[in-house]
């Protein structure tokens, strides 16, 4: 089965830097790539995802690319705010009903 | 629209007992799935259901049962809680592959 691998664990940065977090999967036939964000005590919440026939995709701070010739993805965040401070998860699925496999996740601190 | 709701938010159970977690959706979503969150682990799959009717094992099924009782519905049952049950279990629905999912607030379980 599909197999998500998410570094790093924790990332602290200071507010206004940017932050990247990186994954790799193991399945080639992997075609949906979704990130989550979740804040302490509350739910995961969708922010960004890519399929696997494109490269990039930004929406305002936030961007996702995309290398399925190596199997890896990456979420970047530029000009970090404190409210960024979250766990971040991402995701792979072979379209196999919708069923997501999940990295281990990254705590982001954002230092004012 | 209400979303995803989860009931319990809490509960605490003895060894042995047993319960079930319900989770509804108003999205007219097809495909529903449970997931339980230990730090550090991630988001791993117990059950899911691709569609009314049916149902299919995850990542960690052993102690859990799970019923899609209509589209809206889908519970899920420990029929005899251990220690190791306890974590915090989302419920989420998406309407086809490699569509983002919408999770319910999540239900945390405490079994002593």
């Known amino acids: 089965g599909e197999n998500v691998e998410q570094h790093p664990s924790t990332l602290s940065v200071q507010e206004g830097d940017s932050a990247v977090i990186k994954c790799t999967y193991s399945d080639s036939a992997s075609n949906y790539f979704p990130w989550y964000k979740q804040e302490l005590g509350k739910r995961p919440q969708l922010i960004i995802d890519i399929r696997s026939n494109v490269g990039e995709k930004k929406d305002q701070r936030i961007a996702v690319t995309l290398n399925k010739t190596a199997k890896h993805f990456s979420l970047h965040i530029t000009e970090t705010q404190p409210e960024d401070s979250a766990v971040y998860f991402c995701?792979?699925?072979?379209?196999?009903?919708?069923?997501?496999?999940f990295g281990a996740g990254t705590q982001v601190v954002v230092t004012p | 629209n209400a979303g995803v709701t989860q009931t319990p938010k809490f509960q605490v159970l003895k060894t042995g007992q047993s319960m079930t977690l319900q989770c509804a959706q108003d999205?007219?979503?097809?495909?529903m799935y449970w997931y339980r969150q230990d730090p550090g682990m991630g988001l791993r799959l117990i059950y899911y259901?691709?569609?009314?009717?049916?149902?299919d094992k995850g990542e960690v099924p052993n102690g859990y049962n799970v019923s899609r009782l209509n589209k809206r519905e889908f519970s899920l049952r420990l029929e005899s809680a251990a220690p190791s049950q306890t974590s915090v279990y989302f419920c989420?629905?998406?309407?086809?592959?490699?569509?983002?999912?919408?999770f319910g607030s999540g239900t945390r379980l405490t079994v002593v």
């Open positions: 999205m007219n979503h097809n495909s």
């Open positions: 259901s691709a569609s009314e009717g049916t149902t």
């Open positions: 995701a792979a699925s072979n379209g196999s009903w919708g069923k997501l496999q």
């Open positions: 989420a629905s998406t309407k086809s592959d490699s569509y983002g999912y919408t």
